[in-house]
């Protein structure tokens, strides 16, 4: 079993649509958990971060960590043509960030 | 404020030649943390320099590749006698303190690619 998994996608939805992404994880011991998104040959840029279970709002985005369900989400509200990139869950333990493989999200005008 | 900046943005290698990768990191930060990122995969993590000290290296392989953090100038990450396998994207990342849970913020990225 992967460290971290991520549905690759792609997914693909209209303009103004609710995404929800997600990645589950096995290592009980992580304390920090990202979202990164990363457009086409682009490197990735921090969108959200959270310490611990919760849920933090920035936005259109939210980002959600369940550590009982070894489950993160994030959701972004009204979507646009410009959210259209790569997503990418990453989350820590010690200095070193374990990343998902990202999934591909699209939104269409 | 200048982000992280990594030259060459693209390296074409041949077999057995030598890759070389620079990365600045940000103004002020002193960790630079490299990352691979081959095709379909995620990025995984290679090694953690301070200034002058190697802190962790557990995701590097234990052959050809090698990292310095000097105390003048980038970080490198050195690629030996590459092989086809070597072509990837590989991502520079610093933070202006060590410790768990701190921010990364990463570059641009350099793509290798071997022939």
């Known amino acids: 079993q992967k460290e971290v998994e991520q549905d690759p996608g792609p997914l693909s939805v209209p303009e103004g649509a609710i995404v929800s992404l997600n990645c589950t994880y096995s290592n009980s011991a992580f304390q920090y958990f990202m979202w990164y998104r990363q457009y086409s040959r682009k490197g990735p840029e921090l969108l959200m971060y959270?310490?611990?279970?919760g849920n933090k709002e920035d936005g259109r985005f939210t980002a959600q960590v369940d550590k009982s369900s070894k489950y993160i989400s994030l959701f972004i509200r009204d979507s646009q043509p410009s959210d259209s990139a790569t997503y990418l869950c990453a989350m820590s333990e010690t200095t070193n960030l374990i990343f998902g493989k990202g999934t591909k999200l699209s939104v269409k005008p | 404020n200048a982000g992280v900046m990594q030259n060459p943005r693209h390296l074409v290698r041949r077999r057995g030649q030598e890759a070389r990768l620079r990365c600045s990191p940000m103004?002020?930060?002193?960790?630079v943390y490299w990352y691979r990122q081959l095709p379909e995969e995620g990025l995984k993590f290679m090694v953690y320099?301070?200034?002058?000290?190697?802190?962790?290296e557990s995701g590097m392989p234990k052959e050809r590749f090698s990292a310095e953090f000097p105390k003048e100038g980038p970080s490198i990450l050195r690629i030996q006698q590459v092989v086809r396998g070597d072509s990837a994207a590989y991502f520079c990342a610093s933070s202006p303190r060590q410790g768990v849970g701190e921010t990364q913020y990463f570059g641009p990225g350099t793509r290798l690619l071997v022939l």
């Open positions: 320099l301070q200034k002058e000290n190697i802190i962790d």
């Open positions: 103004k002020g930060h002193s960790h």
């Open positions: 959270t310490y611990s279970s």
